[in-house]
């Protein structure tokens, strides 16, 4: 592609490239995104068409549909958008980061933590006490976070490389995954049969409450996310030629590996650990921008449709209710597969 | 991965390094042996090993107390220090051969799928035909293992056997939790399934029944042959496949060997305990820090590490939480991991 094709903007200080390409997918993705949102919301133990619900989530629409539509079904649809863009943003920022098409932030132990700890609080007693008052969420939120520090503190050594990180984050999710199998294995099967429902991620009953809380949680992170993203661009290229450009690229990585815990470590606390999403979507979004990198606000959007569309399908196809996180590991499978027939193929070319 | 010269040219003083080796090798043998006896006296009810002589040989009579003994040691003690050697052995054999066929340091049996296949196969055997008795849900484990070691091996060896280390954990990582989301799938649909999984997922070689431990010995023994006829090839395959080729060597065999002695070990090994991860990587690289490159050394060491260290993490898994018991997938789980991580801090897998 000539340079002629993509001429430059400048508005003061910021310039950037106009990409019609990318702006329409992104377009075309957010449209696309708002429909499935709607027909997720129609679909139910009764079907409302289309246009009813249109006009409700506008305000306009009728008494009877006002009730189902906002107080049951609109909760779980948010929570699914939410989550899903906090996933796919979540993972393009591992995979910008560590400079890989496999890393998914389940790699920095947020998910094993949260895990640990939630099946912890489910299948032991005193737990209880714990999940009244601070509620499971919150909790599985705390332990996503310090397991995901105590990676990066133990992947620290001179700074951080994404080769590392990673390595770390497996040893130290394979203790987590360790300790939960042994808390299962102690536990009264009724509990077990609970935790193991929360642990494929599900978005089952959810309340406006938790719509806020994620929401805003999120919103903050994605915007010190753009704000700090423009920097991360020259990082693809290594940290050398990055530091020449100016990045300073420990500080910026640092922020953002923060971001992507977080992201994720929110996404867990309000649904579960949703299995690929951060997999994914941000390589799917790359190859349909036909982008170098994955690109984040993209990769949000698709991480919401994939999650939306794949609870839909969860619940309109599958039988006996199954959890989203199935139908997302059924996606999630065989496109990993080619992603790794695909990089193999590179290399012995 | 680096390959080390030491051990493979022959220094002025030629026959030390064999020496050392082969002490080394009886010294392993003995404390093996220590550690299977420490696994008969130690448990939730300590024995003296007098006891243990007695309660194995002796005629109980009708002595009430050491009735109790025999029963103890001839029914839980023995076959389970029986199958963790078995089991410890083949995982320790399967992970070196492993290494040696993908070239990559970080390939491990446990690590890179074959658990979670097994687990997935015992999910459908339990909940779609009614299993419930070890012996029969074994053999859907082994299939499931031995399909998932296949896709992994496969996989990581698309690229000429020169697979990128990292991309082969994540593979392993993404496999592990696909296969770990679909049988909850099935788990959560049928809550017997769900019982059955949780106590397999564990990882132990306790209450295993004698039937289970002679198959998996006869598995994990055919394995074993194939795997000791198969090192002389693995270090010719280790000097590239185009100088392998060269020296007369039938890459595409040796390959083959190598896949089936290593599936038929891990997959014995998994069927009879459940998933142990880490085992394997972890003595590999014990043993080729012990011995050097040479795989024909590396094999038995690592074996033997094997048994020694599942048999002493499952006696350790006895102590901790008396009287209850860590299951010794757990206990390696838990040994294993903060080892990797400190190989991943020396530097140990960064490709050449």
Redesign the interface.
């Known amino acids: 592609m000539s340079t002629q094709m993509h001429p430059g903007v400048r508005v003061g200080n910021w310039s950037w490239v106009w990409r019609p390409w990318i702006v329409l997918v992104t377009a075309v993705l957010a449209a696309l995104t708002f429909l499935v949102f709607c027909v997720s919301i129609s679909v139910g133990d009764f079907i409302i068409d289309l246009p009813a619900v249109i006009r409700t989530i506008f305000g306009q629409g009728e008494r009877v549909d006002e009730f189902v539509i906002m107080d049951l079904r609109m909760p779980r649809a948010l929570v699914g958008l939410i989550v899903g863009a906090a996933l796919g943003i979540s993972g393009a920022l591992t995979q910008s980061i560590a400079r890989?098409p496999?890393?998914s932030p389940?790699?920095l132990g947020i998910t094993g933590g949260a895990s640990a700890t939630a099946v912890f609080l489910v299948t032991v007693t005193s737990g209880a006490v714990v999940t009244s008052t601070v509620g499971l969420p919150a909790a599985a939120l705390t332990g996503g976070l310090l397991t995901g520090l105590l990676v990066y503190f133990?992947a620290w050594?001179r700074g951080i490389d994404g080769?590392?990180l990673?390595?770390?984050g497996?040893?130290?999710?394979?203790?987590m995954?360790?300790?939960t199998?042994?808390l299962?294995?102690?536990a009264d099967?009724r509990d077990?049969?609970r935790a193991?429902?929360w642990?494929?991620g599900s978005l089952d009953s959810r309340s406006w409450t938790e719509v806020w809380t994620t929401l805003w949680v999120t919103l903050a992170l994605i915007v010190i996310v753009l704000v700090t993203a423009f920097q991360l661009q020259p990082m693809h290229f290594g940290d050398d030629v990055a530091a020449g450009l100016g990045v300073r690229y420990s500080a910026v990585r640092a922020v953002l590996l923060l971001c992507a815990v977080l992201l994720a470590g929110v996404a867990v606390s309000a649904a579960g650990p949703v299995?690929?999403v951060a997999?994914v979507a941000p390589q799917i979004t790359m190859r349909l921008l036909r982008t170098p990198v994955p690109p984040l606000i993209a990769s949000g959007l698709f991480g919401a449709l994939l999650l939306i569309g794949s609870d839909l399908i969860a619940r309109s196809v599958l039988p006996?209710d199954?959890?989203v996180?199935?139908v997302?590991?059924?996606i999630?499978?065989p496109f990993?597969?080619y992603l790794?027939?695909r990089?193999?193929?590179k290399?012995?070319a | 991965m680096v390959v080390e010269q030491r051990g493979l040219e022959p220094g002025p003083n030629e026959a030390s390094p064999h020496r050392r080796r082969r002490a080394g090798l009886v010294a392993l043998v003995v404390l093996l042996a220590a550690a299977a006896v420490l696994s008969l006296v130690v448990g939730a009810r300590s024995l003296t090993p007098a006891e243990v002589w007695q309660g194995l040989f002796g005629d109980p009579g009708t002595d009430q107390r050491l009735t109790e003994i025999a029963l103890i040691v001839q029914t839980l003690r023995v076959p389970r220090t029986v199958l963790a050697i078995v089991a410890g052995l083949a995982l320790g054999v399967a992970g070196a051969l492993i290494q040696g066929h993908t070239r990559n340091p970080?390939a491990d049996t446990g690590?890179l799928g074959v658990n979670s296949g097994a687990s997935f196969a015992v999910v459908l055997a339990v909940s779609l035909l009614g299993l419930q008795d070890p012996i029969l849900y074994m053999w859907f484990a082994f299939v499931g293992a031995a399909g998932a070691g296949v896709v992994v091996f496969g996989?990581?060896s698309?690229?000429?056997g020169?697979?990128?280390p990292?991309?082969l954990?994540?593979?392993g990582?993404?496999?592990t939790?696909?296969l770990a989301?679909?049988t909850?799938?099935v788990?959560?649909?049928d809550?017997q399934t769900?019982?059955v999984l949780?106590?397999w997922?564990?990882?132990s070689v306790q209450g295993v029944g004698w039937d289970v431990i002679v198959v998996t010995a006869i598995f994990a023994a055919v394995g074993l042959v194939l795997a000791l006829l198969n090192l002389p090839t693995i270090n010719l395959l280790n000097l590239g496949d185009d100088v392998a080729r060269g020296l007369g060597v039938n890459i595409a065999a040796g390959r083959t060997i190598g896949v089936v002695a290593v599936t038929l070990l891990a997959g014995a090994a998994t069927a009879a305990c459940g998933p142990i991860?880490?085992l394997g990587l972890m003595v590999a690289h014990i043993a080729r820090w012990l011995t050097g490159p040479d795989y024909r050394w590396l094999v038995p060491y690592a074996g033997l590490l094997g048994a020694g260290v599942l048999l002493v993490g499952d006696i350790a898994g006895r102590l901790v939480v008396r009287p209850?018991e860590?299951?010794a997938?757990?206990v390696i789980?838990?040994i294993?991991?903060?080892f990797?991580?400190a190989l991943?801090?020396l530097g140990k897998?960064?490709q050449a």
């Open positions: 890989n496999l890393a389940d790699v133990l050594r080769f590392r990673i390595l770390i497996i040893a130290v999710n394979a203790v995954q360790a300790l199998t042994w299962l294995a102690l099967i077990v049969a193991q429902a642990l494929v299995p690929f997999l006996n199954l959890p996180g199935v997302t590991a059924i999630g499978g990993l597969v790794l027939v990089a193999n193929v290399r012995a | 970080i690590l996989l990581s698309l690229g000429r020169a697979g990128n990292l991309t954990a994540l593979a990582q993404g496999v939790v696909f989301a679909m909850t799938a788990a959560l649909s809550k769900l019982d949780r106590y997922n564990a990882g991860a880490f209850a860590l299951q997938g757990i789980a838990i294993g991991a903060p990797f991580a991943v801090w897998f960064r």
